[in-house]
């Protein structure tokens, strides 16, 4: 059973049961192991984390970030080089996306990592940040980790030793790639020339490339921008204000943290894109252009410095995920831009594939970025139609206009709204692209020639419309989400049209409702809002699983999020149905579209159940399939935290789990999953 067995693995584990325990629950005869949390250091410079927040903004470039989310696992043989086979020597590079939450106009906050949260006066309806080294510390906490991974025995560590350790911080030194470098849209007052930029930031979903590199995706980095009120008035560049407001940055917004009210000095006040002086190079009016990338990263080299693939476009990237990979064809990547009502996209590049690129990169010494400006610097961008037949078309988006200002340009193609496109997976056996349709509500589903002008939209790829039982009435939206797929024509991933059908629907068991649970789910596999997604890697018994994580806010009355195995099908191996429900403005909508063969426990599985508070999201396993690594991510988020009361936190995942303290802080982890047999994972 080597790579490309057109056979699809049978799962073999136990159900494990909704739940809202505050630890992780995996199947009898598995292992969840504790690897690598929030503040845990990456070298030997700075001490253990001290699990109080007493630590120092500086520190943070030499331990884990928070929220970890996406992270991929690049292979080291015994002697420290690239290997696609080792699966006990290893990097992982993972994305730490963004802070607990922070109420920029009173200060109220759930900053754990701060001895006693963010600190804070607040001033004309701002709260101001009166600590500096507290938004250095959290400057620091964001970006991604590159650490090294070995396995003694049946466990698995950090190696603090190794050189090959990073920490990509958002203020970490990044060189603008492709169409963007040099334009006067990027020319800041750190690179006048616009064709460098510090940091990356809110960092979801991940992808790699064939060429043995990391691409980190900026999602939601629009809200870290304040800018002032009277803004617009002040903007130049043609069609400028209308960008702004459809990226979500109207005039008089403060930044998520408001770091740029904590000082003069230009690590603060580059995060005010309002235009200040005579020139762009005077301000960082444009700051704001410099994000929303995918970003490559080499986790071979820790010198290489980070590039932003200006050529991929400029929207909420949530993840990047590659087509297959063959000789003489161009190199494809599918990305989801996650925003209510945005688009699928694909990148084509111009250059075919040379799998000597491929060879290359299994050297140390090699330039991967030099590889990575080949493929990833020069092709076309287009955004996906799902024509109401089955049927769907790539619809090209052109030059600087479409890298920039890519959902106007979107807009105007013709492409089809989503749901809020998450993450995508690539079915090594297929081909076929999934990607996951998290959730709407009714807003999100309002769109410019809504038939009533108030009725929640729905069409063939987003079909639903109706309440969820947890949350308020009259939403009328998707809130419990689903999944799309598609097979490119000819099996070309380069290709400029495919089908398409729903693989499946997030729902509640009890959902007496056929219009909700479409997909026939039952206690042992019912979920709701998919986001993570990954199939199990080439070249292992479990190749062509489907791992699906969840994000979600609709079902947490009943359940922990989780975490999911399925063996997917293919497109069009289910039926031809209608969905009807009642939109918002009490409309009857009636769609009919292609939907995936009905679910069973046999095809879709509950793996895992998270801690209180948590999101599942970030997976990968070593190339045997025998260590799965997964992130939990923001345990105890949600509930205020009074920080000397230990009583009051929402979690106390994972000290409680696995360090012997339950009365610890909670912290964003990394685990790493072992069947006690070694074994391969699900199957
Ligand atoms: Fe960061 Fe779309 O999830
Ligand atoms: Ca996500
Ligand atoms: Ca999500
Ligand atoms: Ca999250």
């Not at 754990?112 to 938004?135: F, K, L, Q």
């Not at 960008?243 to 005010?272: H, I, K």
């Not at 945005?342 to 010494?365: E, H, N, R």
Request: charged residues 15%.
């Amino acid at each position: 059973d080597g790579p490309g067995t057109p056979v699809a693995p049978t799962l073999a584990f136990t159900a494990v049961s909704k739940n809202l325990l505050d630890q992780i629950t995996v199947p009898a005869g598995y292992t969840a192991s504790l690897l690598y949390s929030l503040g845990d250091p990456i070298n030997n410079t700075v001490p253990n984390w001290a699990g109080d927040g007493s630590e120092t903004g500086a520190s943070y470039t030499s331990r884990a970030g928070d929220h970890h989310d996406g992270m991929y696992y690049f292979g080291l043989s015994g002697t420290g080089t690239p290997s696609l086979t080792a699966s006990e020597r290893g990097i992982l590079a993972m994305n730490h996306e963004a802070p607990n939450p922070f109420n920029t106009a009173t200060g109220v906050n759930n900053l754990y990592v701060h001895a006693s949260g963010a600190t804070t006066t607040v001033v004309g309806g701002v709260a101001t940040r009166t600590v500096p080294d507290e938004c250095i510390k959290e400057i620091n906490h964001h970006g991604v980790s590159v650490i090294e991974v070995n396995k003694t025995g049946a466990n698995w560590s950090v190696n603090r030793n190794s050189t090959f350790n990073r920490r990509v911080t958002a203020a970490t030194l990044m060189e603008i790639s492709g169409p963007l470098r040099g334009n006067a849209a990027m020319f800041t007052k750190f690179s006048p020339g616009g064709t460098q930029t510090q940091g990356t930031v809110n960092n979801c979903a991940n992808g790699h490339t064939p060429w043995g590199t990391y691409l980190t995706c900026e999602e939601n980095w629009v809200g870290y921008f304040a800018r002032a009120a009277g803004d617009n008035a002040k903007r130049t560049r043609a069609g400028e204000v209308a960008s702004l407001n459809r990226y979500g940055s109207p005039e008089n917004a403060l930044s998520r943290l408001n770091w740029n009210t904590a000082g003069a000095g230009d690590e603060f006040q580059r995060w005010d894109t309002s235009v200040k002086g005579a020139t762009a190079a005077d301000d960082f009016r444009n700051v704001i252009n410099q994000f929303g990338f995918v970003v490559e990263i080499d986790p071979y080299n820790p010198t290489a410095v980070p590039r932003k693939r200006t050529a991929l476009g400029r929207f909420a990237h949530e993840g990047c995920w590659p087509g297959p990979v063959v000789a003489g064809r161009p190199v494809v990547f599918y990305m989801g831009d996650d925003n209510r009502g945005d688009y699928i996209y694909k990148f084509v590049s111009t250059a075919l594939w040379d799998a000597a690129d491929g060879t290359a990169a299994q050297t140390l010494g090699t330039d991967r970025m030099a590889i990575g400006s080949k493929y990833m610097d020069a092709g076309t961008l287009y955004v996906a139609r799902f024509n109401a037949d089955g049927s769907g078309t790539w619809l090209p988006l052109a030059g600087v206009a479409g890298a920039l200002d890519t959902r106007i340009a979107a807009d105007t193609a013709g492409a089809t709204r989503m749901d809020r496109p998450e993450w995508g997976a690539v079915n090594p056996l297929t081909g076929e692209v999934y990607i996951t349709l998290t959730n709407n509500n009714a807003a999100g589903r309002l769109a410019t020639g809504t038939p009533t002008g108030t009725a929640a939209l729905s069409d063939p790829a987003n079909p639903r419309v109706y309440n969820d039982p947890k949350g308020a009435t009259a939403q009328r939206g998707n809130p419990n989400g689903h999944i799309i797929r598609w097979r490119e024509t000819g099996d070309l991933a380069a290709a400029t049209t495919f089908q398409w059908d729903l693989y499946l629907f997030g729902a509640r068991a009890a959902s007496v409702d056929t219009n909700v649970n479409i997909s026939g789910l039952v206690a042992d596999n019912d979920f709701s809002s998919p986001d993570g997604l990954w199939f199990g890697r080439q070249g292992n018994a479990a190749t062509g699983l489907l791992w699906i994580q969840t994000d979600d806010g609709a079902y947490t009355d009943v359940t922990n999020c989780m975490m999911l195995a399925a063996v997917p099908g293919t497109v069009g191996d289910g039926a031809t149905r209608t969905v009807t429900g009642t939109a918002a403005g009490g409309e009857t909508r009636v769609v009919t579209t292609k939907v995936g063969k009905a679910a069973t426990t046999s095809n879709l599985r509950r793996f895992l159940v998270g801690c209180k508070e948590c999101e599942i999201t970030g997976i990968d396993s070593t190339p045997d399939g025998k260590t799965l690594f997964v992130n939990i991510q923001h345990p105890g988020e949600e509930k205020q935290a009074t920080f000397n009361d230990p009583a009051t936190f929402g979690s106390h995942w994972p000290g409680n789990q696995y360090l012997g303290n339950a009365n610890a802080r909670p912290r964003s982890s990394t685990i790493v999953i072992t069947k006690n047999d070694g074994g391969v994972i699900g199957i």
